[in-house]
């Protein structure tokens, strides 16, 4: 039994009906305006932030005291301009807030790797808004030698919450890729 045949034109109407979702939905995602990196010895320090802020249910998640988090992966290349760009190394980021209305402050974990950089008690909510959505000009490489006079670029996505697709589909709600400007290592830590 063969099954039935969908026309042509519900088809094509499908999928642009799916194609304007998408771009009506990515009108009102978040975004990172742009990707810094600066030198410091053989560090390599990253910042960046979302915009236009947090979306209103991590807002709200955040208020309610549950706890609520936000991870950034970062991604070190050497930038190539006729071939894809080589992965040198890679990190995840990650900023978890928790309300606590009895004190009415919030408590701030930074983990970087899975690994616990410091736990820090903020007095109001907009402080806990910020450091979800900031990534601060965090140590996030070690350059080598085998990194010394190499273009590299740094890509910085974030993600935020999880979403429903299809109606029942669990994903993860996240930025786009933005890649920082070519930079440059030399060995003595300085750049050309």
Known sequence: MRAPRVPVPVVVLFAAALAVARAVAADGELRIPQVETALAGRDVRVSASLAPGLPPDVRRRLESGLPTTVAWELRLFVSRDKWFDGLR????????????????????????????????????????????????????????????????????????????????????????????????????????
Do not use: I, Q
């Open 89 to 192: 190394d890679e990190r995840r980021y990650g900023v978890t807030a928790t309300y606590r209305p009895v004190s009415g402050d919030t408590t701030v974990e930074r983990r970087l790797d899975g690994r616990l950089l410091e736990t820090t008690v903020l007095p109001g909510r907009e402080e806990a808004e910020k450091a979800l959505s900031t990534l601060p000009a965090l140590p996030s490489f070690t350059m080598g030698p085998h990194l010394a006079g190499k273009p590299l670029v740094v890509r910085v996505r974030c993600l935020y919450g999880t979403n429903v697709s299809l109606g029942f589909v669990p994903t993860r709600a996240m930025t786009d890729w933005r890649r920082s400007p070519v930079f440059f290592w030399k060995e003595g830590g300085e750049t050309p």
